[in-house]
């Protein structure tokens, strides 16, 4: 494996128009006004030893509604990180990953008059843990355990 650093960065500008939604008696509804997408995304791979590498996307995104409010369940800011490591010539492999989600609008339902209210959903992280060995050419052992630290 070479050792180098690999950096992606990605500039995007999109409107979105007639965006499929669920009305509140869950019918698909097509909405009136547009959506505007503009952010940056920057990925990034790091390979200092044979076998050893760290990498992951960081999102940068501003998405407002036709009414220039932030779109909902669009977080701010977002990324992953991973530190992935090889041995045994390749045939077994580590991976541990952290996926952060910043804080985002959103709508809650009042259970009894489905009464909406926007609120703010806080921030979150979402730690992964996953291995596998290639026993054989046709035998694979994997281990995968989402959520490790047990996050609600």
Do not use: C
């Not at 959103?106 to 596998?132: G, K, M």
């Amino acid at each position: 494996m070479d050792r180098k650093v690999v950096v992606n960065i990605t500039y995007f500008n999109q409107n979105l128009e007639n965006a499929i939604v669920s009305s509140s008696f869950g019918a698909p509804v097509n909405l009136e006004e547009g959506s505007e997408r503009e952010g940056i995304e920057v990925t990034a791979r790091v390979t200092p030893i044979d076998g050893l590498a760290f990498s992951g996307p960081y999102t940068h995104l501003q998405a407002s509604g036709g009414d220039s409010l932030a779109e909902i369940r669009r977080p701010e800011h977002s990324g992953r990180v991973n530190v992935a490591y090889a041995f045994a010539e390749g045939r077994g492999l580590v991976d541990l990953g952290v996926i952060y989600n910043g804080e985002m609008q959103d709508f809650a339902f009042h259970a009894f008059t489905y009464a909406q209210s926007q609120v703010t959903l806080e921030e979150w992280n979402v730690v992964s843990l996953a291995a596998h060995y290639d026993v054989t050419e046709n035998v694979l052992l994997f281990w995968l355990v989402e959520n490790v630290l047990n996050e609600d």
